[in-house]
């Protein structure tokens, strides 16, 4: 199999003597470059890269505008931006502008091949399924299970996308680090525990994953309040559902999971928000969702408290039937034993 081709863009030279040497120990053939201008030669004279991996702040041409030409002359390469910023607006605005991925520089090298296979493989099959788009009939008539099974594959290019995107929430409100991972983790062991199907699990899956997606709009002064918060910023901040909704429904693979955002804080009693809804109204994917998000949020260090037993999270999660959370559910949550929440809580840390 021939080496993935990487170029590395950065101005300072220490910064491409490390990538380079972590990239090209993992198996990867690099070639590095100090300045965007020089980049952009090269994939003139030689567009064969598998990925582009570039800094952000540089002299003259910024990595930015380097993305914006990559994406118009390029694009079927992937791009991942890297920096030492760590801005919730510039990692929101390169993904924006077609990046795939964000790093923080220092970066490991866990968290560099992570990044980098992800991208690679990104890249891989959203170039295949360009070639099918190209010969759609023939693949059609010909290759049927074929192309089900690179329309699977391309819907998963669309979850790593999506974990880039809860990675940048969690750059943005460091508080809640790992949240999204979290919660996802202990909703699906819930829904497998009801008996749910693959196709519900996905629902599920991605609408925890993406339930705090509308707080990309909620400003830091509120998002970021150390204290508590006024009744104006409240209501301000109880947006982020209905805001979250909107960004997400218009994506059609993603339209079942925006009910879940839309409704991930609603109470079984009818008292949360934004809408009131009371019992089965509440989708069931945000009714398994509530007990996730109360687990994760009572066992999980915070700034100004330290996080709960399990034990006493269960104890607080069975007080509350229904009244926030479905009683059925609920019986089916004291079911499964504490050891399978921490050993989920360990993997998700291990993962990130």
Same mark, same amino acid.
């Given at each position: /199999?021939?080496?993935?081709?990487?170029?590395?863009?950065?101005?300072?030279?220490?910064?491409?003597?490390?990538?380079?040497?972590?990239?090209?120990?993992?198996?990867?053939?690099?070639?590095?470059? #100090?300045?965007? *201008?020089?980049?952009?030669?090269?994939?003139?004279?030689?567009?064969?890269?598998?990925?582009?991996?570039?800094?952000? /702040?540089?002299?003259? =041409?910024?990595?930015? !505008?380097?993305?914006?030409?990559?994406?118009?002359?390029?694009?079927?390469?992937?791009?991942?931006?890297?920096?030492?910023?760590?801005?919730?607006?510039?990692?929101?605005?390169?993904?924006?502008?077609?990046?795939?991925?964000?790093?923080?520089?220092?970066?490991?090298?866990?968290?560099?091949?992570?990044?980098? /296979?992800?991208?690679?493989?990104?890249? %891989?099959?959203?170039?295949?399924?360009?070639?099918?788009?190209?010969?759609?009939?023939?693949?059609?008539?010909?290759?049927?299970?074929?192309?089900?099974?690179?329309?699977?594959?391309?819907?998963?290019?669309?979850?790593? !996308?999506?974990?880039?995107?809860?990675?940048?929430?969690?750059?943005?409100?460091?508080?809640? *680090?790992?949240?999204?991972?979290?919660? =996802?983790?202990?909703?699906?062991?819930?829904?497998?525990?009801?008996?749910?199907?693959? *196709? #519900?699990?996905?629902?599920? &899956?991605?609408? +925890?994953?993406?339930?705090?997606?509308?707080?990309?709009?909620?400003?830091?002064?509120?998002?970021?309040?150390?204290?508590?918060?006024?009744?104006?910023? /409240?209501?301000?901040?109880?947006?982020?559902?209905?805001?979250?909704?909107?960004?997400?429904?218009?994506?059609?693979?993603?339209?079942? +999971?925006?009910?879940?955002?839309?409704?991930?804080?609603?109470?079984?009693?009818?008292?949360?928000?934004?809408?009131?809804?009371?019992?089965?109204?509440?989708?069931?994917?945000?009714?398994?969702?509530?007990? &996730?998000? !109360?687990?994760?949020?009572?066992?999980?260090?915070?700034?100004?408290? %330290?996080?709960?037993?399990?034990?006493?999270?269960?104890? *607080?999660?069975?007080?509350?039937?229904?009244?926030?959370?479905?009683?059925?559910?609920? #019986?089916?949550?004291? &079911?499964?034993?504490?050891?399978?929440?921490?050993?989920? %809580?360990? &993997?998700?840390?291990?993962?990130?």
């Amino acid at each position: /199999m021939p080496q993935e081709r990487i170029l590395v863009v950065d101005d300072e030279e220490p910064v491409r003597a490390v990538a380079a040497a972590l990239l090209e120990r993992s198996g990867y053939a690099v070639t590095t470059t #100090e300045s965007a *201008e020089d980049a952009l030669t090269r994939l003139q004279q030689d567009p064969d890269y598998d990925l582009v991996l570039s800094d952000i /702040m540089m002299p003259g =041409t910024d990595g930015l !505008t380097l993305l914006d030409h990559i994406c118009a002359d390029h694009p079927g390469l992937p791009v991942v931006m890297f920096s030492a910023v760590n801005d919730a607006y510039v990692v929101t605005n390169a993904f924006r502008r077609g990046s795939i991925d964000y790093l923080l520089k220092p970066f490991e090298r866990s968290e560099l091949d992570s990044v980098v /296979m992800r991208a690679i493989e990104h890249g %891989r099959l959203r170039k295949q399924n360009t070639i099918y788009r190209q010969n759609l009939e023939s693949i059609v008539s010909a290759r049927t299970g074929r192309l089900r099974s690179t329309m699977q594959d391309l819907e998963r290019s669309y979850d790593i !996308t999506l974990e880039a995107m809860g990675d940048a929430l969690d750059l943005r409100d460091q508080e809640t *680090e790992g949240h999204s991972k979290r919660v =996802t983790a202990y909703a699906i062991t819930l829904a497998q525990a009801m008996g749910l199907d693959s *196709e #519900e699990l996905r629902i599920i &899956a991605r609408g +925890a994953f993406l339930h705090d997606i509308g707080k990309i709009a909620t400003p830091d002064n509120i998002l970021l309040k150390p204290g508590r918060l006024t009744s104006d910023e /409240m209501a301000i901040m109880k947006q982020h559902c209905e805001r979250g909704y909107e960004m997400v429904r218009k994506i059609p693979f993603l339209r079942e +999971a925006a009910e879940i955002v839309y409704a991930h804080q609603e109470q079984f009693d009818g008292s949360g928000y934004p809408r009131g809804l009371r019992g089965e109204e509440i989708p069931l994917g945000a009714r398994v969702f509530a007990i &996730a998000d !109360t687990l994760d949020a009572m066992t999980s260090d915070r700034p100004y408290r %330290r996080g709960t037993t399990f034990a006493a999270a269960r104890d *607080e999660i069975v007080r509350c039937a229904g009244t926030q959370f479905d009683p059925q559910i609920v #019986e089916l949550f004291l &079911a499964i034993p504490h050891k399978t929440w921490r050993e989920l %809580r360990a &993997a998700t840390i291990r993962s990130s």
